[in-house]
């Protein structure tokens, strides 16, 4: 169960506990598609991780203005474990980003990108997300088990 937002001075909306906090699709689905344009962004989501899944990719790290209150979030910020992975198996919208997201935002309504070094900061994606950009402090991520939750769609469950 995802723990409810909290109040960080500083930040422009309330935001998740400091923390990697396991949640399921589901989950996901009841406290952040609260209106259409989320239901939207998590319906390409679910499509972007299925294919992720699909590939052996365990986790994906989900972040960004929408595991906040925004109303209205632009997009979703996600990475992905690249152990295990096949690449040759994944679409190439996902790990090719040499020319940027806009590919991958127009196809699942948010960017996806392998956690690897993130150039600015020098840490792996994972970790540069959880830090609140307007205030520099720490938030939360929401860390979903691909395997796990594609494994029992798959059942029937």
Request: charge should be negative.
């Amino acid at each position: 169960m995802l723990p409810i937002f909290q109040t960080l001075n500083g930040a422009p909306w309330r935001i998740l506990p400091p923390g990697e906090h396991p949640a399921t699709l589901q989950e996901v689905k009841e406290l952040l598609a609260f209106n259409s344009h989320r239901l939207n962004l998590f319906n390409g989501l679910v499509s972007a991780a299925s294919l992720l899944a699909q590939s052996g990719c365990q986790y994906l790290y989900l972040d960004g203005s929408y595991v906040t209150e925004k109303d209205i979030p632009s997009d979703f910020d996600a990475c992905w474990s690249i152990e295990e992975v096949d690449l040759d198996s994944l679409d190439p919208i996902i790990w090719n980003i040499e020319n940027g997201t806009i590919a991958q935002k127009e196809r699942f309504g948010g960017e996806l990108y392998p956690n690897c070094t993130e150039g600015a900061s020098g840490k792996l994606f994972k970790e540069f997300f959880k830090n609140e950009k307007h205030t520099n402090q720490e938030k939360g991520i929401i860390v979903i088990d691909l395997q796990t939750e594609f494994y029992v769609f798959s059942q029937g469950v």
